[in-house]
């Protein structure tokens, strides 16, 4: 049975395991030492997921490089928030700065990884992610800075809008956030690299099919030799 | 020297048609004491300047959620629903510049720069109607400064004399909202005598304050609550 955005119901995965399985994979991407900074929504349940061993300076656009876990209840500061507004504690060695040194950091290219949410991810890798004209004005925020300079940009997003239709198109009809940006989509469905030659599409989120993803992906889509099928 | 004032005597400068400059990112870090102070005086046609819209009853967002500002310029309004339908009604007019971009226009027009060039924003609606400037073989984004009637800032700590000290992420735009307002005013947690800051602590040097005033606590509640 398929949902309202075309995506099969899945027995004992619901929304909140589906979010957290593209966290986690999302967390595969990052490495002992990375400067990381993470937008709002799915990418902000990535840390959730780093083993151990692996020691990130979580950077913040707000004035912290050196983010750490979420305060228990009742232990919130109310002046240490990230980003989202949302509270934050914090790792030794972290430091707080003024917004115009945060994008400083951005755009003199201190940032290793950033992983965005997404409305629309083209062929080419263009990001489409702040505005929706006439409908949906939320404003640009740092994203603008983020995709252009981070030496990587994964997007984490929903593979279809809420009409059903495919969010990784041949040219995003949406205004661009920035060209060229995206090396890599991660999905409820899949993972796409973008790569000089077109999308191609390297793992399936399961119980969904190489032949789903075809299915509901609205540009070219070459297939990984080696597919890897990622289990609920 | 002695610039500590009383709310009343902050209001004084904010009048009908002015521009206000804000510090705060998502609410947090918004002066409140003089947000509340602003409300009740019931000014209006304000502009308004800084990093976003607030949320609905948190931060700046309380005055542009009662219809108080006729212009925004900011980042973004996504975490104030109020905000956008006002926009679309055309009841209120909404400039975004991306965020690194407003704060460095800030920075800007509170330095004495006329401007920054940069190429955030190329190839993307925000170069609309800006003039493209070429640089060693590179094109770059004319973006121009921004100053504003009065600014309103939130501190932890100032002495007397207006030099600041900020706490934790409750920085974000403060230090450069500071600088670039005709007159500036700061509500503080604590206000201490001359002489008591460390001066290698000072984020924001008492030359760029006009007015102290004590401010009443934070109010502000996590968005989420």
């Not at chain 2, 502009?47 to 976003?52: A, Q, Y």
């Not at chain 2, 800006?130 to 100053?147: C, R």
Request: glycine share 12%.
């Amino acid at each position: 049975m398929d949902d309202s955005r075309g995506r099969k119901r899945v027995i004992g995965l619901n929304a909140f395991d589906e979010r957290n399985r593209m966290a986690k994979r999302a967390a595969e991407e990052i490495a002992d030492g990375m400067i990381v900074n993470l937008g709002i929504g799915i990418p902000s349940l990535v840390p959730n997921h780093l083993p151990q061993h692996v020691h990130v300076m979580f950077h913040a656009e707000n004035g912290i490089l050196g983010m750490g876990e979420s305060p228990e209840k009742g232990m919130e500061n109310p002046t240490l928030c990230n980003a989202g507004g949302f509270p934050v504690t914090i790792v030794s060695g972290a430091s707080y700065f003024d917004s115009a040194t945060a994008f400083g950091m951005i755009r003199s290219g201190y940032l290793d990884l950033t992983i965005l949410g997404g409305l629309e991810v083209s062929q080419k890798g263009d990001l489409a992610n702040w505005i929706v004209p006439g409908k949906r004005v939320p404003g640009i925020g740092g994203a603008m800075e983020l995709a252009k300079k981070a030496k990587r940009v994964i997007v984490l997003m929903n593979h279809c809008n809420k009409k059903g239709e495919s969010k990784i198109v041949k040219k995003c009809s949406l205004p661009l956030t920035a060209k060229k940006c995206v090396s890599l989509i991660i999905t409820e469905m899949a993972v796409i690299e973008v790569t000089d030659q077109g999308l191609c599409l390297t793992e399936v989120m399961e119980p969904y099919t190489v032949q789903d993803v075809i299915s509901k992906t609205n540009a070219p889509l070459q297939i990984s030799k080696k597919i890897r099928m990622i289990g609920e | 020297m002695n610039k500590v004032g009383s709310l009343d005597d902050a209001l004084v400068s904010i009048q009908n048609g002015c521009s206000i400059m804000f510090g705060g990112f998502g609410g947090v870090g918004n002066p409140p004491t003089l947000i509340n102070g602003i409300l009740q005086k019931g000014v209006k046609a304000l502009t308004l300047i800084g990093n976003d819209a607030g949320f609905p009853t948190i931060g700046i967002g309380k005055i542009v959620s009662l219809g108080r500002a006729k212009k925004l310029i900011v980042s973004h309004i996504g975490s104030n629903p109020i905000a956008g339908q006002l926009m679309m009604n055309g009841e209120m007019e909404v400039e975004f510049s991306p965020q690194g971009t407003l704060a460095e226009r800030i920075r800007a027009g509170g330095v004495g720069l006329g401007g920054i060039l940069t190429d955030i924003g190329l190839d993307s609606m925000v170069e609309k109607g800006k003039q493209k400037i070429p640089v060693n073989g590179k094109d770059f984004l004319l973006e121009t400064a921004l100053t504003a009637d009065v600014s309103i800032v939130f501190a932890k700590k100032a002495d007397t004399f207006g030099n600041l000290i900020y706490e934790t992420s409750a920085r974000n735009t403060n230090p450069l909202v500071a600088m670039a307002g005709s007159y500036t005013i700061v509500e503080a947690e604590e206000i201490v005598e001359i002489g008591e800051l460390d001066p290698e602590h000072i984020v924001t040097p008492g030359i760029y304050v006009d007015m102290i005033i004590q401010s009443q606590g934070i109010d502000w509640k996590w968005a989420w609550e």
